[in-house]
């Protein structure tokens, strides 16, 4: 899914639509990028029942319009149909005319006060602390490990926020090697750095060291969380010019939002505005100029159309907060369980939950702190006394009802929750440590390259989303599921896959072997790619034996296996047998009990 050659679109779908981050780019071939999954939420959602579905292009239907002279009410025989009181449509369009006379000088006083605004903003301080950024990105090649994609550049919006640093979004300046920023009415572009990447909530913090930048410049104040219908204003650097653009609208929505480029579940504002290519990363202004979010995202389909999407400020003075305790972003918290709505009678009659109220524990995550005091079948009916509903909402500013997983998103790694939960009829009171969740496949991978090992030509690697995007028709369906739908039983866990065989005399006959999860080498279980690593290197036995799905066996013969690898490695012009993290010694940190199966 692209939106052109000259853009840059980073996708993920949801239900019947779909999600794009916006920043525009130079890049030669299109890049896309997914996913959202709905069962394993990263703040713990409620799963929403049936599948998604993907459009191939998700563009918005352009209707054609009528000129001016095809008159919409005209008859089979031509002419002008009637109204109820048999005058023409002509007549009453006079009419309209004459009302329109009446009222002129109500709509010259209109004229003039949007010109006087327009003014006003033309002048506004604010605009002065919104720059262009320009990002250069040499992205990894997950398919061939080793070495990386050619780069590509890519243009976004940023704001200052005091203290030498900006606001951008995380998409804007991933996968970078170089970032500049350039301010309004300025021809000179500074050096920036990535100070942090918050990936689930996609905000970035990035600095400038240059005190001739900052000079002048006012920081962007934030606002409070707006109301329904408020005016909100958009300010940056889209696709279409190179100068600094503004479009107006109005708040439409505020709820539990999915993320794309964070595949994650946070609040979002929902607006009308016009956000393009370019928008990513620049801030939203209410009617008295304060900062009330960053812009990131659009939502496309064929049934719906002008709906974009913005970072509240309260998502962003999180991740500031965040960065501020722990000098990084450590992430956004996680409950660690699956849960169900109790919405029916017969259902919370059978748990014996006496009102209509709380949800369902389906699963508890291994590695969640949850799995120590929560089970299978507990009921949570509050969450630090607050009431959750049981549809899964609890209560929101006056009037409203948002997503439970609201809650848990406004608490901080380490933090605890007091959970009330109904088990055999019993209300208790439970005490859980809140932590980042650990992905058995992870969305992203941090460091920028991904690991890899190669024994023999066999080229070994973790399964992540972005090798299952690459690699999308090339992955089993047993793989995939597996990948979709199972949980870490361990901190450090890995799916590791073969991913291909460089072809060589020493692996005849497994030269068509691909994707791939190897279980087992030697007869023990592989818990990651560092431990595979380990295992190779410390076998004292005259053959590696891997073990795949299905008993698929692969057997080298060690000596001749590590003989040959030099040979592979330069016929294939790779420089190493392994990835840099992999050199460092393993070091064995997980109980025996932890890798049970």
Sequence with gaps: MAIAAANCCFSAVPTTGSYRLFSTSRRTNNYAFSTVRQHLDDQNQIPIQGKSKKSPHN????????????????????RSSRNKTGRSQSTAFKSIGVQKKRNKGIEVDSKEQQVKEARDLQNAAFLKAVVKVYCTHTAPDYSLPWQKQRQYTSTGSAFMIGDGK???????????????????????????????????????????????????????????????????????????????????GVVSRIEVTSYAHGSSELLGIQIDAAINPGNSGGPAFNDKGECIGVAFQVY?????????????????????????????????????????????????????????????????????HASTVLKEGDVIVSFDNVRVGSEGTVPFRSSERIAFRYLISQKFTGDVAELGIIRGGQLMKVQVILNTRVHLVPYHIE??????????????????????????????????????????????????????????????????????????????????????????????????????????????EKELALAQSTNILKGYGIPSARSEDLLVPYVDSIEQNEVSY
């Design 59 to 78: 563009s918005a239907i352009e209707f054609p319009q009528r000129s001016r002279d095809e008159n919409p009410f005209s008859n089979a025989d031509g």
């Design 166 to 248: 900006l606001l951008t979004n995380a998409h804007c300046v991933e996968h970078d090697t170089q970032v500049k920023v350039k301010r309004r009415g300025d021809d000179t572009k500074y050096a920036a750095k990535v100070l942090a990447r918050g990936v689930e909530c996609d905000i970035a913090l990035i600095s400038v060291e240059s005190e001739e930048f900052w000079q002048g410049a006012e920081p962007l104040q934030f606002g409070r969380l707006p109301n329904l219908q408020d005016a909100v204003t958009v300010v940056g650097y889209p696709l279409g010019g190179e100068t600094i653009s503004v479009s107006k």
């Design 300 to 368: 496309r389909s064929d049934d719906a159309e002008n709906i974009g999407y913005v970072i509240p400020s309260t998502v962003v003075s999180h991740f500031l907060e965040d960065y501020k305790r722990n000098g990084k972003y450590t992430g956004f918290p996680s409950l660690g369980v699956l849960l169900q709505k109790l919405e029916n009678p017969a259902l919370r009659a059978c748990l014996n939950v006496p009102s209509n109220e709380g949800v369902l524990v389906r699963k508890v995550e291994p590695t969640a």
């Design 447 to 556: 460091g920028g390259q991904p690991s890899y090992l190669i024994v023999a030509g066999l080229v070994f690697t973790p399964l992540s989303e972005p090798l299952i995007d690459e690699e999308c028709e090339g992955i089993g369906l047993k793989l995939l599921t597996r990948a979709r739908y199972s949980m870490a039983k361990f901190k450090g866990e890995q799916m590791v896959i073969l991913s291909q065989v460089l072809a060589n005399e020493v692996n005849l006959g497994y030269e068509d072997m691909s994707n791939q999860q190897v279980l087992k080498l030697n007869g023990t279980r592989i818990r990651n790619i560092h431990h595979l690593a380990h295992l190779v290197d410390s076998c004292n036995e005259k053959y590696l034996v891997f073990e795949f799905e299905d008993n698929h066996l692969v057997v080298l």
